[in-house]
């Protein structure tokens, strides 16, 4: 069994900054793409950021120059700086991985969610 566990979600002022964090844990044999993805409400989920295990990179346009992807492979980590939030960032944030488990082929993951609010 995978899980995945994020933190750092909160209340933020627009021109804040935070940082979200996703540790992986579980018999993880290998991950591949992890990534960060938000839902606001009444919309659909959409992909934020992700990252290879190659290290590629790939954000969407909303948030291209403000916010940053990074992992950490001895730690089965993924985090997302968010910098210069707008109130537009505000949504619930879920941590995503592929993960090849000890019994399980390549299947996705993801975090129960956190939340992100940035007030005008």
């Known amino acids: 069994q995978v899980q995945l566990v994020e933190s750092g979600g909160g209340l933020v002022q627009a021109g804040g900054s935070l940082r979200l964090s996703c540790a992986a844990s579980?018999?993880?044999?290998?991950?591949?793409?992890m990534g960060w993805y938000r839902q606001a409400p009444g919309k659909q989920r959409e992909l934020v950021a992700t990252?290879?295990?190659?290290?590629?990179?790939n954000y969407s346009d909303s948030v291209k120059g403000r916010f940053t992807i990074s992992r950490d492979d001895a730690k089965n980590t993924v985090d997302l700086q968010m910098n210069s939030l707008k109130p537009e960032d505000t949504a619930v944030y879920y941590c995503?991985?592929?993960?090849?488990?000890?019994?399980?082929?390549?299947?996705?993951?993801w975090g129960q969610g956190t939340q992100v609010t940035v007030s005008s």
């Open positions: 990252i290879t295990s190659g290290g590629s990179l």
């Open positions: 995503n991985a592929n993960v090849i488990a000890a019994t399980t082929p390549l299947l996705p993951y």
């Open positions: 579980g018999s993880i044999f290998s991950i591949n793409a």
